[in-house]
């Protein structure tokens, strides 16, 4: 898609639907559900690939990997070939030491990408660090530059920007777009801890979008994420200010992925329907202290005492030592583990040969005891009399 087409389809989405949409891409899964839910335009982030991996974003910043090298790679072999009827944007790091930037972009361009946006920026960057790469020659007007050279390439541009300075500098450069980086994504498990709000966030975008309109009233306005992300807080945002469109990273891959996988395997992890009260969901939000220990062990053997149970195996699955289970469970029950499993089961077989509808062997199988004459023995002993005896007695009375 050339730049003309894709500027004349998102002004006229923007006439029609009041706004458009930005995704990071970095799966094509992502992707293709991200189109099939309405995105405008995608972007290929290293940031999004990392997320699918389980890292925060910022792992971009780090020396993980090529961040140009992991864009190509995913665009060519996930995106690429799956996206045809929106735009995919090549993140580039343009203070990448390893590419002539002229000659990179013209490649971006041959490969099928419609544009390109500077990311990983520096623009997130502040402090001795930030001072520290400039010193040694990694720019934001670097990233300027790869906006510029790509727009000369009549590639379709997105600048991220945080302040009026570097809006000025990328309008001047000729980008379609200006989005407003607000930050990491908020939420979720890997989101951003620290954020600001969503007042200081219109006030940030109210800066920098009169910038726009007194260099270039018709460039593309938009924002990114941060403390937006839900559908409410861009309304807030449409609202009151000139915003015109939203980009999402964490919104639109990893907090819905989070929240669907974990909710998944935890329905089927649980006993019957999910219950955040129930020892086990406890157990796997973490959520629990010492005194649930009992509870889950108890919990467990109403739910499988027909079965073989082991306290090692409900100590590794609890994540603590045998002995420290069960301690706890002593301190808290005031008799051992193997008390009270065979305590229940003998109370469970009672309750089956009250009915008078099964045989003595039928109920010691249905407790978890194969060998009959160990059940008979366990019975007599915490039930006072053998299981036929008290079979007969219950049927005579």
């Known amino acids: 898609m050339q730049r003309e087409q894709i500027l004349k389809a998102l002004k006229a989405q923007i006439n029609v639907n009041g706004h458009i949409i930005g995704a990071v891409a970095g799966a094509g899964m992502t992707a293709k559900y991200a189109v099939m839910g309405g995105a405008d335009f995608l972007l290929a ?3 999004g690939k990392y997320r699918i991996m389980g890292r925060s974003s910022f792992a971009s910043y780090f020396c993980h990997g090529n961040s140009n090298d992991i864009v190509m790679q995913m665009g060519m072999h996930e995106l690429l070939p799956i996206i045809s009827k929106v735009p995919i944007l090549f993140g580039i790091f343009a203070s990448d030491p390893f ?3 002229y000659e990179y972009l013209k490649e971006i361009k041959s490969q099928g990408f419609g544009g390109v946006v500077n990311f990983p920026t520096l623009a997130l960057i502040d402090g001795r660090f930030r001072k520290a790469l400039e010193d040694e020659g990694n720019t934001y007007d670097q990233e300027v530059e790869a906006i510029k050279l790509a727009h000369y390439l009549e590639l379709f541009t997105v600048a991220f920007v945080t302040d009026e300075e570097q809006t000025q500098k990328m309008l001047n450069a000729g980008a379609d777009v200006i989005c407003v980086h607000l930050g990491l994504t908020k939420g979720g498990f890997l989101g951003a801890k620290k954020y600001i709000s969503l007042d200081q966030a219109k006030k940030a975008a109210d800066s920098i979008f009169a910038v726009c309109d007194a260099i270039n009233p018709g460039v593309i306005k938009m924002i990114y994420a941060g403390p937006a992300n839900t559908p409410i807080d861009m309304q807030y945002m449409y609202q009151n200010t000139k915003c015109q469109g939203y980009i999402g990273g964490s919104t639109f891959d990893r907090i819905p992925t989070e929240r669907a996988i974990l909710n998944t395997t935890k329905a089927f ?4 329907g999910f219950d955040g009260n129930d020892p086990m969901a406890k157990l796997i939000n973490g959520n629990w202290n010492t005194n649930d220990y009992a509870d889950f062990v108890k919990k467990y053997i109403e ?6 149970i082991q306290l090692a195996d409900l100590a590794l699955v609890a994540h603590i030592s045998p002995s420290y289970l069960s301690i706890r469970f002593k301190k808290e029950m005031g008799c051992n583990f193997t008390e009270y499993l065979i305590r229940f ?6 309750e089956f040969l009250q009915t008078g509808k099964i045989s003595c062997k039928e109920a010691a199988e249905r407790v978890g005891y194969y060998d009959y004459a160990q059940f008979s023995k366990m019975f007599k002993k915490y039930l006072g009399q053998s299981p036929s005896y008290f079979r007969t007695d219950n049927i005579n009375t």
């Not at 992890?269 to 019957?272: I, N």
């Open 99 to 101: 590419i002539h930037l």
């Open 45 to 47: 982030l290293s940031a």
């Open 345 to 350: 089961r003998m109370n469970k077989a009672k």
């Open 303 to 308: 739910e499988h005492y027909m079965k073989e």
């Open 269 to 272: 992890k649980s006993y019957g």
